[in-house]
């Protein structure tokens, strides 16, 4: 099943731009998914097992480097196959 994720990363931090640059140079990296990444969000597309298996380490990895963070998804689909 082939599926959209628009993800947000806000770091509670002063300094919050090179938490958002790693994660977002991770998720640019990842093999088999089309990443989308706009002024306010990015969209994830992909097979829901990639996108979801992806974004779950991407922000275990952020987690574990920032103090704080906040992550908004939204999932959608099914889309059809490209």
């Given amino acids: 099943m082939q599926v ?6 806000y770091p509670l931090a002063a300094d ?11 998720l640019h990296a990842a093999a088999g998914l089309k990443v989308v990444t706009t002024s306010l969000s990015t969209q994830v ?3 829901y097992e990639a996108v ?3 974004l779950g380490r991407e922000m275990h990895t952020t987690l ?5 963070a906040v992550f908004v998804l939204k999932v959608f689909g099914p889309l059809a196959a490209a």
């Fill in 52 to 54: 979801l298996e992806t």
């Fill in 45 to 47: 597309f992909g097979s």
């Fill in 64 to 68: 574990g480097q920032v103090d704080r």
């Fill in 4 to 9: 959209g994720v628009e993800i947000s990363l």
């Fill in 16 to 26: 919050y731009t090179p938490a958002i640059k790693a994660f977002l140079e991770r």
